[in-house]
Structure formats: structure tokens, C-alpha cells
């Protein structure tokens, strides 16, 4: 119980991707949805980095910071995206998006 | 020991400030409630001796992804209540079983892979950084220049898609010039 090893950050990460997938399932404001991903990545880079230090690996540590790097780009282009749909539409609702007719 | 303490309470309060972000219904709590699970996660990384990490956590997330998330959130009505999914069953079936297969894989990962050696050990009486530098600049060197031009191509995405029309500036304008602007905009909606 004292003794943190590699399972328990596993679990968190479990714990958290868990979490962030039930963000993704029940919201249906796009901006909270990005919240949702962004939980997701992060749950990911925990177990990255917990493998990288079990193992003396330096790989982990590696992928997370490309990880890092995707999840800023990703918010960048995807923030334009909804402020053109809001511009547009006048709402950022999933339903909104549900037919693609622009 | 204090390492399980550390490990224990920012599991604790990342679990908690992660789970406020997904349920709450106002935007803004969640933005809050999102960077402050943002840096408690950083503590994991210095607690996992992954320091240079945690440090591109803090400035990354908290600074470049909250700050950009707080302008984006001007240009949105997040004062109203956020509407909701109902449940459905066959969501909800789904997300139960899509976690219990998650759980199963993510223990059965290191005890499949009890064999695997380091492909990059790390470097002794090197610091975190001096390691990372190592690794990144020789074997990750393309991959690191990759990410590079896809944050370039990112960040002119976001000027172009964004930056429409922000020579206009609604608190310069008066009244009248407003109106002649939303006329405009309405005949070109319709």
C-alpha cells in the first residue's frame, strides 16, 4: 500500500481516461467536449511518463512530449474551427453540427 | 512514504478537479477546474522524476492551452447553463463496456511485457534535461522537427480561421456604424 509502483499510476491513468470518456459521451457543448480530450491526453501522458521511470526508458518521456505538442496544435485549430461556427450559427451545440449542411 | 502521500492526495485532487470539469454545467467552472487538474498533474511528472516534463506541463497546458481556451471562450455565450445528453442506455452500455476492456489491457500490459529492455536507458549523472536533450536531439530529431512544422501549420490555421475581421473593433466603432454592420451581415446570412 505504501509502496507506489507502477500499477498504481496505471490505475490513475485508468481512473482518469475513465473520466475523460465520460465527458466525451455526455457533452454536448463543443467546448466542453475539448475539456473532455483534453483529460484524455493528459490520463495518456501519466502512463507514459510512470513506464519511463519504471523501466529507466527514456522513450515514454519522449512520446508524451509529442503528445503535448499534438494536444496544443489540436486546441489551436480546433478553437478556430468553433469560432467560425459560432460566427456562423450562433451556437456550438453538437446538435447544430448534426447535419452537414454548413 | 512521502512519496505515497504525494501520490495519494494529487490522485486525489486530480481525480476530483477532472470530475468537476466533465459534470459541471458552467463553462467557466470547468475551465478552472480543468487547470488546476492540469497542474496537479504536473506533480506526478516531478514526482516520477520526469522534471523537464513537468515543467512543459505547467507552461504548456496552464499557460499556452488555458489562455487560449479563456480568449476563445469570449467569443461564445457561456454564461448560460450547458444543455446536456440524456441518458441513453446503449451510450451508457457502451462506456461501461468500452472502460472494463481499458482496466483488463492496462494491467495486462506489464505483466505481458516483464521482458522488455530500455531502448534508451538513461544516462547516468545526467539531469532529467540533459537527458531528454540527449535523446530528443539524436534519435527523435525528425519526429522533433515534425512537431515543429505541425504547430507552425497550427498556428496559421488559427490565424486564418480566426482572424476574419479583426480589423474591426467593436469598442472603437459607434452605434450607428454597428448597425451598418449587422445589416451587412444579415444580408449576407440571407
Not at chain 2, 478537479?17 to 478552472?32: E, G, K, N
Not at chain 2, 489562455?67 to 462506456?95: C, H, P, Q, S, W
Not at chain 2, 494491467?107 to 549523472?125: C, D, H, K, R, W
Amino acid at each position: 500500500m505504501m509502496e507506489i509502483g507502477l500499477n498504481h499510476y496505471l490505475i490513475l491513468s485508468t481512473i482518469l481516461f475513465t473520466i475523460g470518456l465520460i465527458g466525451v459521451m455526455r457533452r454536448k457543448n463543443l467546448l466542453l467536449l475539448f475539456f473532455a480530450t483534453e483529460i484524455l491526453l493528459n490520463s495518456v501522458n501519466i502512463a507514459f511518463a510512470a513506464i519511463s521511470h519504471f523501466y529507466g526508458d527514456l522513450t515514454g518521456q519522449m512520446f508524451a512530449f509529442f503528445v503535448i505538442a499534438i494536444a496544443a496544435s489540436e486546441v489551436a485549430v480546433g478553437l478556430g474551427l468553433l469560432i467560425v461556427w459560432h460566427k456562423r450559427h450562433g451556437t456550438i451545440d453538437l446538435d447544430s453540427l448534426a447535419t452537414m449542411r454548413g | 512514504m512521502f512519496e505515497a502521500i504525494a501520490f495519494y492526495l494529487f490522485a486525489f485532487l486530480t481525480i476530483a478537479m477532472f470530475f468537476i470539469a466533465v459534470t459541471t454545467s458552467q463553462a467557466l467552472y470547468a475551465l478552472t477546474a480543468l487547470a488546476a487538474g492540469m497542474i496537479f498533474i504536473s506533480a506526478f511528472f516531478f514526482i516520477l522524476g520526469a522534471d523537464f516534463l513537468g515543467a512543459v506541463q505547467i507552461v504548456v497546458y496552464s499557460g499556452a492551452v488555458m489562455a487560449l481556451y479563456a480568449f476563445g471562450m469570449m467569443f461564445f455565450d457561456t454564461t448560460r447553463d450547458v444543455k446536456e445528453k440524456n441518458g441513453n442506455k446503449y451510450i451508457v452500455v457502451g462506456l461501461a463496456t468500452i472502460s472494463a476492456v481499458l482496466v483488463v489491457a492496462i494491467f495486462a500490459a506489464p505483466i505481458v511485457s516483464q521482458n522488455i529492455t530500455a531502448l534508451y536507458p538513461m544516462v547516468e549523472g545526467a539531469g532529467n534535461t540533459q537527458e531528454v536533450g540527449l535523446v530528443l536531439f539524436t534519435k527523435y530529431l525528425i519526429p522533433f522537427e515534425v512537431a515543429a512544422v505541425m504547430l507552425l501549420v497550427a498556428m496559421i490555421a488559427g490565424i486564418v480561421l480566426a482572424g476574419k475581421q479583426m480589423d474591426l473593433s467593436l469598442t472603437l466603432l459607434d452605434d450607428k456604424e454597428i448597425e451598418e454592420i449587422k445589416n451587412k451581415k444579415m444580408k449576407k446570412v440571407l
